[in-house]
């Protein structure tokens, strides 16, 4: 089976520009988490969705972010317009919860390396 | 108050000792541990898991928990210089979703 796949896997941009990241979940996964890491701030999450419904979305830092699930297969993070403090590498990981305790764990994508200049 | 917490290191063992990695959480009601292993410029990997008390043994891998405590380790038996890495701790609720992640531990295994 297929892993978490993830695109672009780098993205250069200038300030103001939209970005758009993209994500493919684990076939029968039905979580899909969307994070940010940087050197400065660790590992944060920014939004999860269970079932194609966003849960939690008070990671996502400002109303710049975005983020959809339109199918259980599939989502997009989007940042408009970005900024150049938005530079960090853009992880979504899926998991298959809700069922028991070894449902919690979650896979990673490649990530996305996204520099703003 | 960090939610889980790891001494950022780095951690620096010679190669064959063991590397024993820690971390403590806040909230007693976390059921599931989980540490995960990153390489640099790569995402993480989960490589252990456990969720009831005691010790998870996975080749050179130990997982300890100690839940009254609100603690959890692991260890690296015969480190090799492959284990050189970022290790995050992180930990979740059964049948739920969202997983709290430390910052990490990095580890140098020197040849």
């Known amino acids: 089976d297929a892993g978490v796949i993830q695109s672009p896997r780098h993205e250069v941009t200038e300030m103001g520009q939209e970005v758009t990241l993209r994500c493919k979940l684990i076939s029968g996964h039905n979580s899909l988490f969307w994070y940010r890491q940087t050197m400065m701030r660790g590992l944060e999450l920014l939004i999860y969705?269970?079932?194609?419904?966003?849960?939690?979305d008070s990671g996502m830092p400002e109303d710049r972010f975005s983020a959809k699930m339109p199918n259980a297969s599939f989502s997009t993070l989007k940042i408009q317009p970005s900024e150049p403090r938005d530079s960090a590498v853009y992880f979504c990981?899926?998991?298959?919860?809700?069922?028991?305790?070894?449902?919690?764990?979650?896979?990673f994508g490649p990530g996305t390396r996204l520099t703003v200049l | 108050q960090k939610e889980v917490e790891q001494n950022s290191g780095p951690l620096s063992v010679p190669e064959g000792a063991i590397a024993s990695l820690n971390c403590t959480y806040s909230?007693?009601?976390?059921?599931?541990f989980f540490w995960y292993r990153q390489y640099s410029g790569k995402s993480p990997e989960l490589i252990m898991s456990?969720?009831?008390?005691g010790d998870k043994e996975d080749g050179r891998f130990t997982a300890q928990l100690n839940k009254a405590s609100q603690y959890v380790s692991l260890l690296i038996r015969d480190s090799q210089p492959s284990d050189s890495a970022t290790y995050l701790c992180?930990?979740?609720?059964?049948?739920?979703?969202?997983?709290?992640f430390g910052a990490g531990t990095r580890l140098f295994v020197k040849a």
């Open positions: 909230d007693r009601v976390s059921q599931s």
């Open positions: 992180a930990v979740g609720y059964t049948g739920g979703f969202k997983t709290i």
């Open positions: 969705f269970n079932n194609n419904v966003p849960i939690d």
């Open positions: 990981a899926t998991q298959l919860a809700g069922g028991p305790e070894s449902y919690n764990e979650q896979f």
């Open positions: 456990i969720y009831s008390n």
